[in-house]
């Protein structure tokens, strides 16, 4: 078994910055492949930064140059660094892991609400 915990969202103006995090526990090691997904009410979940297994990261389009995905192994946590916050960024903003052999593990996710 194993646990995500997010935290970091909060409400915050356009044009500001967050930081979430997510902390990993029991099964899950932060050098898993790990992954930030968010979620805008009536809309389907999508990716938008993630490690690969081999530690190589990807970026969803819609936020190149403005989020920077990070992790701390000492820590088992995932960061997402925001920057550049647009109000299409409010969504419900949730960590993934998945671990050897198919096990996909979901946080409680972190509302992120940007103003304009």
């Known amino acids: 078994q194993g646990q995500l915990v997010e935290s970091g969202g909060g409400l915050v103006q356009a044009g500001g910055s967050l930081r979430l995090s997510c902390a990993a526990s029991?099964?899950?090691?932060?050098?898993?492949?790990m992954a930030w997904y968010r979620q805008a009410p009536g809309k389907q979940r999508e990716l938008v930064a993630g490690?690969?297994?081999?530690?190589?990261?990807n970026y969803a389009d819609f936020v190149k140059g403005r989020f920077t995905i990070s992790r701390d192994n000492a820590k088992n946590t995932v960061y997402l660094q925001m920057n550049s916050l647009e109000p299409e960024d409010t969504a419900v903003y949730y960590c993934?892991?998945?671990?050897?052999?198919?096990?996909?593990?979901w946080g409680q996710g972190t509302q992120v609400t940007v103003s304009s």
């Open positions: 993934r892991a998945d671990t050897p052999p198919y096990f996909t593990y």
């Open positions: 029991g099964r899950i090691f932060s050098n898993n492949a």
């Open positions: 490690f690969t297994s081999r530690g190589s990261t």
